[in-house]
């Protein structure tokens, strides 16, 4: 049976919940506040560079992506993403002989709380009837909001995905607007596009990267760049007092249980959750992708997701893989201060998704952005 495929090429010419308003004024004392001009300006330089820049310019000279058959079985599936260390995997139809989605670290935390629900505690057999074709049809029967095909039936999202010869605007447009991390690049082939072959994974930071590249002795042509973060319109902030309510921002503590962590991963749709400490002061950060940690000498099955807490799920992680995180750190942190351009090239690090803002000493937690978060500023949308 096929159970992992590798493609390689050859570059070719070819629980603590809080909520707020988003911060339309909040200004940084000391600086000046930036002006429409001089953000119009900014988008419309780092709009023009990525309308005439290709995806192809992202493509490393060698390399390859692994991908998984639809017919592999879950209990596998989660095993080849912790061992390689993948986040994400496309997903391989052999049958219809074309790549047909991908599977996530948010597709292990939704089946693990499924399972949870069915019994005590998580047994291998559980995961080991369950391929991932047979999952993905799973998963459509419990999203209340799954499109239907004419006869009434669930029916699939289509897999997003672009070529080597869309504009990295593109590219940006589509990881945000269909909101995944990363976009599969397929060079496709024969009739009808029928061959197909899976040349990369592009994401928010790889494109970040190349502005960051392209700009850098030219800064002062993005007047934008220059500003703190706290002066923008950008990110998640901690609300002050007397703030109305809005969307929530959330933290937890380390004693949280494990399973008030996934819930709270998938109801409020984030991908990370700063943990803090009773002043809420940075500890850790919880990600869906540490999810994965729990393949480690198959812990899934021995653990019930509301008697493991956070702390003990990290430590997990990091006894599994100790070089997690950017430059041996799993936190990424900036200050209120920090200019837009500084939090862009942090973000452009390999591994790096997301920076928590914390107050300089304390490390109380401010706020947190993302990558997704820097693209809507830029792009405006």
């Not at 049976?1 to 940084?28: G, S």
């Not at 999952?135 to 999203?143: A, D, I």
């Not at 070529?163 to 990295?168: K, Q």
């Not at 921002?249 to 249980?257: E, I, K, N, Q, V």
Request: proline share 5%.
């Amino acid at each position: 049976m096929f159970v992992l495929r590798e493609t390689a090429w050859c570059r070719m010419i070819n629980v603590k919940t809080t909520f707020r308003e988003d911060y339309l004024d909040r200004t940084f004392e000391g600086f000046a506040q930036y002006s429409e001009a001089d953000l119009q300006l900014s988008r419309d330089r780092i709009s023009s560079f990525l309308s005439t820049h290709t995806v192809y310019e992202l493509l490393p000279d060698s390399g390859k992506v692994t991908a998984l058959d639809v017919n592999l079985a879950v209990k596998q599936a989660f095993h080849v993403l912790y061992e390689q260390g993948l986040p994400m995997v496309p997903l391989w139809d052999d049958f219809k002989g074309r790549f047909v989605g991908v599977l996530s670290a948010l597709d292990f935390i939704l089946i693990l709380r499924e399972l949870g629900t069915n019994g005590s505690n998580l047994t291998e057999e559980e995961l080991e009837t369950h391929t991932i074709s047979a999952w993905k049809v799973g998963k459509l029967q419990l999203n209340l909001k799954r499109q239907m095909d004419g006869n009434g039936r669930p029916c699939p999202r289509p897999l997003v995905q672009a070529g080597p010869y869309d504009s990295l605007k593109e590219v940006a447009l589509k990881i945000l607007q269909n909101k995944v991390a990363t976009v599969p690049i397929i060079h496709s082939t024969g009739p009808a596009g029928s061959c197909q072959e899976i040349l990369y994974l592009a994401s928010l930071s790889d494109i970040l990267k190349c502005i960051c590249r392209h700009f850098k002795h030219s800064s002062s042509s993005l007047p934008i760049l220059q500003q703190p973060v706290s002066s923008i319109q950008l990110g998640t902030w901690v609300p002050r007092i007397g703030e109305a309510n809005g969307r929530p921002f959330a933290m937890l503590r380390p004693t949280a249980s494990l399973g008030s962590a996934l819930a709270l991963l998938v109801q409020a749709d984030v991908s990370s959750i700063p943990i803090v400490d009773d002043n809420d002061s940075l500890l850790d950060i919880y990600s869906r992708s540490d999810i994965t940690a729990l393949a480690k000498d198959k812990a899934y099955a021995q653990i019930h997701l509301d008697e493991m807490n956070i702390h003990q799920a990290l430590q997990l992680g990091q006894d599994a893989n100790p070089s997690l995180g950017f430059n041996g750190q799993r936190c990424q942190m900036c200050l209120r201060s920090d200019p837009l351009h500084k939090v862009m090239e942090r973000l452009a690090n390999p591994g790096v998704r997301r920076l928590v803002i914390v107050e300089a000493g304390s490390k109380r937690v401010e706020g947190i952005i993302s990558l997704s978060d820097v693209f809507r500023f830029l792009l405006g949308v």
